[in-house]
């Protein structure tokens, strides 16, 4: 009889259990979780707060009860496995409840601890006003900061996925909120220019976003003042708990009701070092693709591992839900003798940003800089789905590409509708090893209420095909504002577009009037061409090239120029 | 100097007129269309008679003028090409307007003459409130009877794409609807069992549905009466065409005010025909993989042409926008010299039915069955996103399989929302050549309001897997009422979901409680497991089979078997 011991009771921790017992009614299985609650849907958690999850017991998936009902598993909640001996293949664990400890042998150990919130060490960040958010409790102390406080103003730390959350669950209660975020933009994921989308859309919101802005100093200023029914007060400016003074890098000063710390997590691997495990040069536990510890009989799951990276080959750490879920029931599998390979993380992610969706799969451009991968992009924007239809609205999609053999390197997208979409039509085909060449060939489902006959990723694949195949000569928008005494900046969009904005110097022949006046552009300077999304810029590029001139198209238009400053 | 002549001017010939010109501004491109439009959005009429797209004007895309102006192609409507002269590289064209007829010649000849409604030879259907919709004109006809005759009854025939958008349109406008359909099923690229979601969805929407019902005979009653203001009667009732009387297959009368024909449409190949190009078997104009017929100086796209079919590699007709427009634009690459091969057609398709979308890509059931082609199946029923968020509706899936590779046959999906999607993400892994054992590591975008860490597909893979590997043995809706005295069905959901309907004779146990009351089930049978999805369905049976007997789950739950029947 096999007994398996399993650390951590949310995502990873849970599949596995659930796996186990499907693979064996035999075996013994434990599961500890030092908090109260095990499997509990954490990615959830902002949206309570919100409000947009009524019910907090929804976010409850499982308990120790159905967890032993319906699979036998003995879930232990708050006990805390403190110490592994890997050599006699036992736990030390301790009971918070009265402290008392005890031993547990295993035949098989899985660690699934997760990552924890990192709060640095800034001066006065330990007060009664300043959360992280990371499980129940975490979000029972924000609610009830927020009630009893009467929180007018909220500072959020941190633009990834839960930091740009919380501000709209802030926001979403009619908390005037300000984001702060260290980097030149949020949701990393994305590269700078496709943020810009999120940053309007956040603006547009009247969150106060600032970018490039640390906070540097925390003053927590006590201050409790209890409405008084008999002053003829209501409890709606009360503050049972004071507020903050934040002190931000810049210098200035933000007065805030309620600060939430959201600028990251880091890898849970106290007990995995104490037990001598390796631990991988970022930081994380070191596995194989069978998820196995170097310890053999220690496997490891989740927020709390180094994986790798599908793209680079390299160790990556990627804290996502679905990576986890799917380590968890492989673990499981292999602790009976299975040889489930993980076949690596594309880190595919999500954020839902006011109305906008800002989504991601694969590398992003400053990754490839940085590893120093060659690539060639392209932007389009276009329909989500057949643009006479109502409710159609604009995708924003960037593509990154091998620049030789056309292999998928990572893709972007942002909008309102259909974004989830494309870029799971991209985790699949750069999973699958699709070239550019082959996107041009993708069958996707067409009709108006739902895409288009040429849809955005065939759209975006003619493009970059059309570059390698020495059709298009691409300029991006990083390079507008470099250009030389030897290029002239060609505007083809109808004369009442420019009113929107343009490029400055540009000449305006709008492409139905080229093909006329085209001896209007000298033949001795290279024509930067472009139009709104690039098009038409297209269609006036081949028309100069075909007639001997030479010349670029901004690749993704004038939209793409402008968001990337936003 | 190549001189081009492209015989169509919508989606396909209006894609290769346009890449033409991007390959050559020397090329003569000339476009005969034998209507008054050109590059209009067939796919949009119906949504123009329901009014959801308000504006006529939005369906037109482009005109002869934007044609010329942007890629100097010169648009000819209402030309009609005659005949065909291959050998003397000629066509003969009828100008429609005064019956006059020139000579053409070409270098490149590209037929794009569509698909035309089957309006088969049923006694009385010649009559003017019996239409079609094909093109603007069609719509027109519609609108202006629904309008002038004050249309209470319609009557749709075919449950095609058409049928069943022109049936919601009719319902969308207060019209009652009849909608016939022959078969015992509407949408046929799904199978009949996934059908019955949408025909629920029908008849929850009021429509008269018929199916396996045929049309017999029409008998047009004229009965002109205009309302005369004079004597008090207003506009709403009158009936300045008359009505119609069907007769029905079954003997029934039904009285109606309009009839739609939407039975299919034929490939338009007299001209190809009467040219001496090869025909397929199927009817359609025979082409290359580089969309060359016969005659290799004439290309022939779009619904016209037999295509090859991505899973069985024979020829198929699908007369479908999306391979119509990359075959156009392939045709103009290998006019110029270039070596496009088309990747043959998944016939990925999806169609609003009321707040359903009803989707496919590759072979369904049907097809398989016919074409002799072994397959496994699997279904399940799983949450749009996050079951806590907001919005999640059900995804009906159904993934067919080959059982020993597990290589990708077809895929559908019915549901209120995701299901493009996933009809995507499938249409992209069966491209890719992915087996069910691959679909399981996908890395799906997941946030709470757009998708699950275990999303649909992956769930699905992992149900399609175990089969593959043993660990799951199924049985399916379409074998429970055929099960003997050595089977036992076995309920193990709970009491309170046994109002909702079961199937007979069936033992319940919940799933919970099945570990400490196994033993009221005997070992001697096979014991047949059915839950309302097939997720606990398959916990009891890993639990059974553990214990040393004999078991099945019924896939896909007692939801797939009761909408099987609807």
């Known amino acids: 009889m096999k007994k398996i011991l399993i ?16 693979l064996s009614e ?7 979780e030092r908090g109260e609650y095990v499997s509990f849907a954490n990615c959830g958690l902002p949206y309570h707060i919100s409000g947009e999850i009524a019910q907090r017991s929804a976010l409850v998936l499982q308990t120790p009860q159905s967890f032993k009902a ?21 736990v030390i664990v301790r009971c918070l409840s009265d402290g008392s400890e005890y031993r547990e042998s295993y035949d098989a150990l899985l660690l699934s601890p997760g990552a924890a919130p990192i709060v640095p060490p800034i001066p006065g960040v330990d007060n009664p006003l300043t959360h992280s958010l990371r499980n129940i409790p975490d979000m029972d102390r924000i609610l009830q900061t927020i009630q009893m406080n009467n929180v007018e103003h ?3 730390v941190g633009g990834g996925f839960i930091g740009l959350e919380m501000m709209e669950s802030l926001h979403h209660l009619g908390i005037k909120t300000t984001l702060l975020e260290l980097a030149d933009q949020v949701m990393t994921p994305v590269d700078r220019e496709m943020a810009g989308f999120a940053h309007q859309a956040i603006r547009d919101q009247g969150v106060d976003l600032r970018l490039g802005t640390a906070l540097s100093e925390v003053s927590y200023q006590v201050q409790t003042h209890v409405a008084s029914d008999a002053a003829g007060e209501d409890t709606s400016h009360q503050h049972i708990k004071g507020h903050l003074s934040l002190t931000l890098s810049n ?12 600028i ?18 970022l930081g994380g536990i070191k596995v194989n693709a069978m998820m196995q510890t170097s310890d053999p009989a220690i496997y490891a799951v989740g927020d709390a591992v180094e994986e790798q990276d599908f793209v680079t080959g390299q160790a990556c750490l990627v804290p996502l839900a679905g990576p986890a879920n799917r380590q968890g029931r492989m673990a499981a599998d292999n602790m009976f003798g299975r040889e489930e390979q993980y076949q690596g993380t594309q880190g595919t992610a999500i954020c839902k940003v006011f109305d906008l969706a800002v989504g991601a799969t694969g590398k992003n451009e400053k990754q490839l800089k940085q590893s120093g991968i060659a690539y060639e992009k392209v932007y389009v924007h276009t329909a989500s789905h057949a643009s006479y239809y109502p409710g159609a609205e604009v995708v924003s999609f960037k593509l990154l590409f091998d620049p030789v053999k056309g292999t998928i390197l990572g893709a972007q997208a942002v909008g309102k509708d259909g974004i989830d979409k494309r870029i799971d039509v991209m985790a699949v085909a750069q999973r699958a090893g699709m070239t550019v060449e082959q996107l ?9 209420p739902y895409g288009s006959a040429k849809d955005v990723i065939n759209q975006a694949a003619f493009v970059a095909s059309n570059i390698i195949k020495g059709d298009a000569t691409p300029i991006h928008f990083d390079q507008i504002d470099e250009l030389g005494e030897d290029q002239l900046l060609l505007d083809v969009r109808n004369p009442g577009e420019l009113k929107n904005g343009g490029l400055e110097g540009a000449v305006n022949i709008p492409v139905d009037e080229l093909r006329d006046r085209m001896q209007e552009l000298p033949k001795d300077k290279e024509i930067i061409i472009f139009c709104q999304v690039g098009l038409r810029g297209n269609v006036a590029y081949r028309q100069l090239v075909n007639n001997g001139y030479r010349a670029r198209n901004l690749i993704g238009g004038y939209r793409t120029y402008k968001f990337a400053s936003v």
Request: proline share 3%; charged share 25%; glycine share 10%.
């Open 7 to 22: 650390i951590g009771g949310v995502a990873g921790g849970a599949s596995a259990a659930a796996r186990a017992r499907r």
């Open 70 to 90: 319906r699979f036998n598993v003995e879930v232990r909640v708050k006990h805390e496995v403190v110490a592994i001996d890997p050599a006699a293949k036992l």
């Open 440 to 448: 041009q060939h993708l069958e996707l489902s067409y009709a108006p």
């Open 264 to 281: 990251g997590v880091r890898p849970e691997t106290q007990l995995a070092r104490d037990a001598g495990l390796a631990i991988g040069e």
């Open 154 to 156: 909220a500072t959020v």
């Open 251 to 262: 210098g200035e000063l933000l007065e805030t009701d309620l600060l939430i710390m959201a």
């Open 26 to 32: 035999t075996a013994e299985i434990i599961m500890f």
